[in-house]
């Protein structure tokens, strides 16, 4: 299986490339990112095969998570989900706080729907966010890999700072009047909620004009169909090379798609280059209204290419902060 480890391992070597000091002086704003490694061999690799299953959940390395606090109750550690639009619980935190059953409810995920039960909290805290008296659908453990998603139902006006250098998650009030020095080894790409999450301005993905949402709860970076034949039209004349994938994602389905290597991923004043990215028609994209217009999920695999990126949903921007990220360097079949 091609999981998301592997995928980051194939990567690796880029903590092994020059530091942001040694980068050529005639680099541009747009480029100030250390240059991703060419996975042509990756790439080979996995053209070996007539298919290969990606694996898009988030593996326990990558899974960077907020104390919690249930009902008074402390101990309790969420995934900071920013591609979900509730907050979930899991059925042990529900039975060791012996929460009230509620409605049963529709959850719409990557690939399908489902009905859940759902639990009564009076109060959930996690840093300087919280929510009260409300109804949350509780979903089983293997799904979330933790008690508990924070979803964006409880990060309106505050900051997600993920630190992947110190391997450390926060919630913060937003400022959205103050200003932050940023440095040069940091960028500040512009966002708005107009789909209910950060949505990336100003985002193009292999020269194609694309939605973008940061997907702090997903392993691997997935655009849909549309954006593939986008960025297909884009390089008729030049090599596009696709690999048949299955990919697999945290509930143990099964979805069609492909895998590209894209050249450049352009958010504002940042760039990328040679990123991974899967393709396919996800179920979520079809419950947001968007399979027939380019969009893209950014993943915890982009993520990590960055020391530490900031999602301040009360000033609507993305801060990402350049250097040495967390990408696991051990291949993993």
């Given at each position: 299986?091609?999981?998301?480890?592997?995928?980051?391992?194939?990567l690796?070597?880029?903590?092994?490339g020059p530091?942001?000091?040694?980068?050529?002086?005639?680099?541009?704003?747009?480029?100030?990112?250390?240059?991703?490694?060419?996975?042509?061999?990756?790439?080979?690799?996995?053209?070996?095969?007539?298919?290969i299953?990606?694996?898009?959940?988030?593996?326990?390395?990558?899974?960077?998570?907020?104390?919690?606090?249930?009902?008074?109750?402390?101990?309790?550690?969420?995934?900071?989900?920013?591609?979900?639009?509730r907050?979930?619980?899991?059925?042990?935190?529900?039975?060791?706080?012996?929460?009230?059953?509620?409605?049963?409810?529709?959850?719409?995920?990557?690939?399908?729907?489902v009905?859940?039960?759902?639990a009564?909290?009076?109060?959930?805290?996690?840093?300087?966010?919280?929510?009260?008296?409300?109804?949350?659908?509780?979903?089983?453990?293997?799904?979330?890999?933790?008690?508990?998603?924070?979803?964006?139902?409880a990060?309106?006006?505050?900051?997600?700072?993920?630190?992947?250098?110190?391997?450390?998650?926060?919630?913060?009030?937003?400022?959205?009047?103050?200003?932050?020095?940023?440095?040069?080894?940091?960028?500040?790409?512009?966002?708005?909620s107009?789909?209910?999450?950060?949505?990336?301005?100003?985002?193009?993905?292999?020269?194609?004009?694309?939605?973008?949402?940061?997907?702090?709860?997903?392993?691997?970076?997935?655009?849909?169909?549309?954006?593939?034949?986008?960025?297909a039209?884009?390089?008729?004349?030049?090599?596009?090379?696709?690999?048949?994938?299955?990919?697999?994602?945290?509930?143990?389905?099964?979805?069609?798609?492909?895998?590209?290597?894209i050249?450049?991923?352009?958010?504002?004043?940042?760039?990328?280059?040679?990123?991974?990215?899967?393709?396919?028609?996800?179920?979520?994209?079809?419950h947001?209204?968007?399979?027939?217009?380019?969009?893209?999920?950014?993943?915890?695999?982009?993520?990590?290419?960055?020391?530490?990126?900031?999602?301040?949903?009360?000033?609507?921007?993305?801060?990402?902060?350049?250097?040495?990220?967390?990408?696991?360097?051990?291949?993993?079949?």
């Open positions: 299986m091609f999981t998301r480890r592997a995928l980051a391992g194939g690796g070597s880029i903590l092994a530091s942001l000091s040694a980068l050529p002086t005639h680099a541009e704003a747009a480029s100030q990112t250390p240059p991703i490694v060419t996975t042509d061999e990756l790439a080979g690799k996995a053209g070996q095969e007539p298919m299953i990606l694996d898009a959940s988030l593996d326990s390395d990558a899974r960077l998570t907020v104390a919690t606090t249930i009902n008074g109750v402390a101990g309790f550690r969420f995934v900071v989900d920013t591609g979900a639009d907050t979930v619980l899991t059925p042990g935190l529900v039975e060791r706080l012996g929460l009230l059953r509620g409605p049963d409810v529709v959850v719409h995920g990557a690939t399908g729907a009905t859940c039960p759902t009564l909290v009076r109060t959930l805290r996690a840093g300087e966010t919280g929510l009260t008296d409300s109804i949350l659908p509780v979903l089983p453990y293997d799904r979330i890999g933790a008690d508990g998603l924070l979803g964006v139902d990060l309106e006006g505050r900051n997600v700072v993920i630190d992947f250098r110190k391997n450390q998650l926060e919630v913060r009030r937003s400022a959205p009047s103050f200003e932050p020095y940023t440095s040069s080894r940091e960028v500040s790409v512009s966002a708005n107009r789909y209910g999450r950060l949505t990336l301005a100003d985002s193009r993905i292999a020269g194609a004009k694309s939605l973008a949402f940061i997907d702090s709860g997903g392993g691997v970076s997935i655009g849909n169909m549309a954006l593939a034949r986008s960025i039209a884009k390089r008729r004349r030049s090599s596009d090379q696709v690999q048949r994938i299955r990919l697999l994602t945290a509930s143990g389905e099964i979805q069609l798609g492909e895998f590209r290597i050249p450049t991923i352009k958010m504002g004043d940042l760039r990328l280059t040679n990123a991974p990215m899967a393709f396919a028609d996800l179920h979520v994209f079809n947001w209204g968007l399979n027939e217009r380019p969009v893209a999920l950014f993943g915890v695999d982009l993520l990590r290419l960055f020391a530490r990126v900031e999602l301040d949903f009360g000033a609507g921007k993305v801060l990402f902060r350049l250097g040495q990220g967390g990408f696991p360097t051990v291949l993993q079949a």
